[in-house]
C-alpha cells in the first residue's frame, strides 16, 4: 500500500522565521511529488517535482525532491501570517498502461504564523 | 478561483434524503475526481473519470453515486448517508488521468448527516 507521511504535523512560530516542512513516501511507480496549501477548503498547487536535486522557487517558497531518499522539504522562509495553513503533500503514481493514475496524500502540517 | 467550481458549498442532510454535489471544470482538462476529506485523516479518493468514463471507485460505498455526463462536469449522487459521511467532498480535474500533471481542486462541499 501507498504511503505518505509528513512532519512535523503541526507547527507554531513567529513571522520572520523560516520553516522545513518534510514529506517522505514509499510508493509503487512513482511519477511526480506534489505539495498544496489548503487554507479554508481548497488545496491550491504550489509545486511539482519529478526530478531529483533540482529545486523549485516561487517566492519565499522552495521545494527539493531526493528520489533516493524518498523524501521532499518545503522551505518557506521569513515567514508571513498569510502563510497560515495546512500543507499537504501528495505523490503521484502509475503503472502505465490503462491503469489509471493517483494521488496519495499525507495527512498534512498545520502551520501557524504568529505575529 | 482555481477554474473548478463546487456547489454547495455547504449542505446538511438527513439520512433518508437524497442530494447531489455538483462539480464544474473550466479549464479543459480530460480527468475529474471526487476526494473525501475527513477530520485528521489525509484526503481519500473517491473516483476518478477520464473522458466521461469511471476509470475507478476505489472501493466507495453505494450510497455514493457519481455521474460524469461530460468531461466539464461531475455530479455525486448522495443517498441513506450515514452521520460518519459527514465529510469535506472535494471535486479536482487534471489534464489527464495519469497523474502526470497536477490537479486543481474546487472549494470543496462541506456535508453534514444528521
Known amino acids: 500500500e501507498d504511503k505518505v507521511v509528513q512532519s512535523p504535523l503541526s507547527l507554531v512560530v513567529h513571522e520572520g522565521d523560516t520553516v522545513t516542512l518534510n514529506c517522505s513516501y514509499e510508493?509503487?511507480?512513482?511519477?511526480?511529488l506534489l505539495w498544496y496549501k489548503q487554507e479554508k477548503k481548497a488545496p491550491t498547487f504550489l509545486f511539482m517535482l519529478t526530478s531529483s536535486g533540482i529545486e523549485k522557487k516561487s517566492g519565499r517558497l522552495s521545494s527539493i525532491l531526493d528520489k533516493k531518499e524518498l523524501f521532499s522539504i518545503l522551505n518557506i522562509t521569513a515567514t508571513q501570517t498569510g502563510d497560515s495553513a495546512v500543507y499537504l503533500c501528495?505523490?503521484?503514481?502509475?503503472?502505465?498502461?490503462?491503469?489509471?493514475?493517483?494521488?496519495?496524500f499525507g495527512q498534512g502540517t498545520i502551520l501557524t504564523v504568529h505575529p | 478561483e482555481t477554474g473548478v467550481t463546487q456547489t454547495p458549498r455547504h449542505l446538511v442532510m438527513g439520512m433518508t434524503n437524497k442530494k447531489s454535489l455538483k462539480c464544474e471544470q473550466h479549464?479543459?482538462?480530460?480527468?475529474m475526481y471526487w476526494y473525501k476529506q475527513s477530520a485528521k485523516k489525509p484526503l481519500e479518493l473517491m473516483f476518478v473519470y477520464s473522458l466521461e468514463e469511471r476509470v475507478e471507485n476505489n472501493s466507495v460505498p453505494s450510497r455514493f453515486s457519481p455521474e460524469c455526463p461530460n468531461s466539464s462536469h461531475l455530479f455525486l449522487h448522495l443517498h441513506t448517508l450515514q452521520p460518519e459521511d459527514s465529510a469535506l467532498y472535494l471535486c479536482?480535474?487534471?489534464?489527464?488521468?495519469?497523474?502526470?500533471?497536477?490537479?486543481?481542486f474546487g472549494q470543496g462541499t462541506r456535508l453534514t448527516v444528521v
Open positions: 510508493v509503487t511507480n512513482f511519477r511526480s
Open positions: 501528495a505523490v503521484g503514481t502509475w503503472a502505465g498502461g490503462t491503469s489509471y493514475g493517483k494521488l496519495t
Open positions: 479549464l479543459g482538462h480530460n480527468a
Open positions: 479536482a480535474s487534471s489534464q489527464d488521468y495519469r497523474g502526470l500533471t497536477e490537479a486543481f
